[in-house]
């Protein structure tokens, strides 16, 4: 059964950072190109990053919004994605879904408020 | 980016209904598009990828059209298992985008 299981959200300021993280299994990791999703309250879907897998040499992609805030990593040996944002602001308050677009986590909270 | 236009945003429908759900990309995406449910609290499902192709495990009730710039989901006769919300995503260029939902709800 494939999982996907994110932690790490929680209630920070602006300008702080966290720092999300995605276990998966079920599936070959390594050969899977991983994403980070996000939903902002009563809003729709915006993708924030892909990283792609070994022999895409890793590369990654950001979303605009993100861009130079945000890093996507991965440990192939545990089967884990991260999400590091930095300088968050407000409107970075969003549900974040770790998925491979065919199978997708539940989703972890992240609230950005003074 | 390539924008995501999907309709109607609410749909109320009788359990048996055929019922369907439309996309709009702002420019040709190929077939590069994926229908997913999402009930409430879990996590997305994708139901249909690339277009036309049923993923795994999903009932035959549901299939994708499509092609270019404009897509159909179809549930073939509603259930109430469906009441969901259904989005799309193209995936034919980066960045992804998402279209904006469609609400089930039985009537």
């Known amino acids: 059964e494939v999982q996907l299981v994110e932690t790490g959200g929680g209630l920070v300021r602006p300008g702080s950072s966290l720092k999300l993280s995605c276990a998966t299994s079920?599936?070959?990791?390594?050969?899977?190109?991983m994403n980070w999703v996000r939903q902002a309250p009563g809003k729709g879907l915006e993708w924030v990053a892909l990283?792609?897998?070994?022999?895409?040499?890793?590369?990654?992609n950001y979303a605009e919004s993100v861009k130079g805030r945000f890093t996507i990593s991965r440990d192939d040996s545990k089967s884990r994605v991260y999400l590091q944002m930095n300088t968050l602001r407000d409107q970075d308050t969003a549900t974040y879904y770790c998925t491979t677009a065919d199978y997708w986590g539940q989703g972890v909270m992240v609230t950005v408020s003074s | 980016d390539i924008q995501m236009t999907q309709s109607p945003s609410f749909l109320s429908a009788s359990v048996g209904d055929r019922v369907t759900i439309n996309c709009k990309a702002s420019?040709?995406?190929?077939?590069?598009l994926n229908w997913y449910q999402q009930k409430l609290g879990e996590a997305p499902k994708l139901l249909i990828y690339?277009?036309?192709s049923l993923q795994t495990g999903i009932p035959s009730r549901f299939s994708g059209s499509g092609s270019g710039t404009d897509f159909t989901l179809t549930i073939s006769s509603l259930q109430p298992e469906d009441v969901a919300t259904y989005f799309c995503l193209q995936h034919n260029s980066w960045p992804w985008t998402f279209g904006g939902g469609t609400k089930l709800e039985l009537k």
């Open positions: 990283i792609k897998d070994k022999y895409s040499n890793y590369e990654a």
């Open positions: 420019q040709n995406i190929n077939r590069y």
């Open positions: 690339n277009a036309n």
């Open positions: 079920g599936f070959t990791f390594s050969n899977t190109w």
